[in-house]
Structures are given as C-alpha cells and as structure tokens.
C-alpha cells in the first residue's frame, strides 16, 4: 500500500525523531522521515549552518528513491523553516504541503517591527559569538530570548557532554535573518504559532498575506507538542493528502 511521505525538520536543540515526540505516531499512516540537519550528530562534534546543505537534506529525502512516487510533505521548525522554504522553492514539485511551526524567517520580515526588535537585541550577541565560549554563548542567548517568559534557573553541577554539544552547537548557529529566502509559488502552507512572542506572529501574518494558513495553539515556541497543535499539523496533511488524490484521480 503506498503511503505519503512526511519529512520532519528540526530546529535547535533536539533533532531526529526525538524532536517530534507527538508526531511518532504518524509513521502508522505516512511514510515519516524524521531528519537531522547539517552538522547535528548525537556524537560528532557540531558544524556551522549551512542553510544549503540543509536544503539539499530535505531535497535527498523527498527524492525518487525507489518509490513509485517522489515529493511529500514537509513539517518543519524554528530554523529548521528556513530548509524547508528553501527546498521548496528549489523544486515546488517535490514539495506537497509547507508545514512551518513557528518558522524563524526573519529575512521575510527583515523591516517589520517585532523583527527589526529582535534583530538589534541579538545581533550583537551574534557578532562576538566567536570570542565566548559555548556556555557564555548559550546563556546570554537564552536571557535575550526567553527571559521575559521562562522564570531563570539555577544550573546545578557541570554540564553533561551532551549539554556542551547544545550549547557549541546553537553559538554556531548562523543568524536567521541571513538566509537566503524567497516566498514559496503555490505550495499549500500551513504556519503554525504558539501565540507567545510578537516576532513570530510577524512572521506569520507575513506568511498569511502570501496566502498560507495560519493557526495557533497553546505550548510557546514547541505548539508541536500540544494535542490541539498535534491535531492541527495532522489535519492539514490529510487534508492536503485527499485533495491532491482526488486532483490526481
């Protein structure tokens, strides 16, 4: 029986499939591809973005390889957005639905006001991210970032190998507002929020007006996690899945 693929794209902090806990269950009904960006290796050490080489992961996965049919789904968050866009738009083709959970576009929304915000908060962080160390880095992106939401906490004991890897592998994270990103023509999109943080609302009222869905659902920058977000992604596949069947018919 064929089944749709469904290709998963992280963003920072957990990758694979253990990025996706509520979506496992999907791998009954779709072929799903849980993936990992460049330079993210549960053992190796971390590697600078690499945006295309990101794309071109997603491009591999929704390839001809053996299946009676290329192309599927993409779901994709935070960073992990910024492949996604940029895959579909390479090949639209291979690209059957967008499903983008609190994208981090920032070059779509570059002179918007919530964007242009957050740029100039981080912006310096990013510029001397070179000369801290992984866990100056990581800290002081985490207070800029969340502060205002999350309560602070207290760090106890040193940092296990994999919270060192984390934290070189998100101060090697390039800026989101470099990318290289250009609306996507006529690929169904789906932009998913959690509804806590003016900058990627921006986002995706800018994603709206470009003609993708918007929906919102409780659990901050993760709405992937919440049974009503989990229900929202899946229910756009399928919806999309039995539209483009019956076309296909």
Not at 36 to 52: I, K, M, N, Q, S
Not at 69 to 95: F, N, Y
Not at 187 to 201: A, D, F, I, S
Request: include cysteine.
């Amino acid at each position: 029986m064929y089944k749709q693929r469904v290709v998963f794209v992280h963003g920072a902090g957990s990758f694979g499939a253990a990025a996706w806990p509520k979506q496992h269950g999907m791998a009954l009904n779709y072929d799903a591809l849980f993936l990992r960006r460049h330079g993210y290796d549960p053992v190796a050490e971390p590697l600078e973005t690499d945006f295309a080489a990101d794309a071109a992961i997603v491009l591999r996965a929704l390839s001809d390889d053996g299946r009676s049919r290329a192309g599927g789904h993409v779901v994709a968050h935070s960073q992990g957005a910024i492949s996604a866009m940029m895959a579909a738009v390479e090949r639209p083709d291979l690209v059957h639905s967008l499903t983008l959970v609190e994208p981090a576009c920032l070059s779509l929304t570059a002179d918007q006001p919530a964007t242009a915000a957050h740029r100039a908060l981080m912006q310096p962080l990013f510029e001397v991210r070179h000369h801290l160390s992984d866990e100056d880095f990581h800290r002081e992106f985490v207070r800029r970032v969340f502060a205002a939401h999350t309560p602070a906490q207290a760090t106890l004991g040193a940092p296990s190998p994999e919270d060192q890897r984390e934290a070189r592998r998100l101060r090697l994270q390039a800026p989101p507002w470099e990318a290289p990103l250009q609306i996507v023509p006529g690929v169904p999109t789906l932009v998913l929020t959690g509804g806590w943080e003016p900058l990627y609302e921006e986002i995706a009222g800018y994603l709206r007006e470009t003609g993708a869905l918007h929906r919102t659902a409780a659990g901050g920058h993760r709405p992937q996690d919440s049974a009503e977000g989990n229900r929202l992604i899946r229910a756009f596949i399928a919806d999309v899945g039995r539209q483009q069947h019956a076309h296909a018919s």
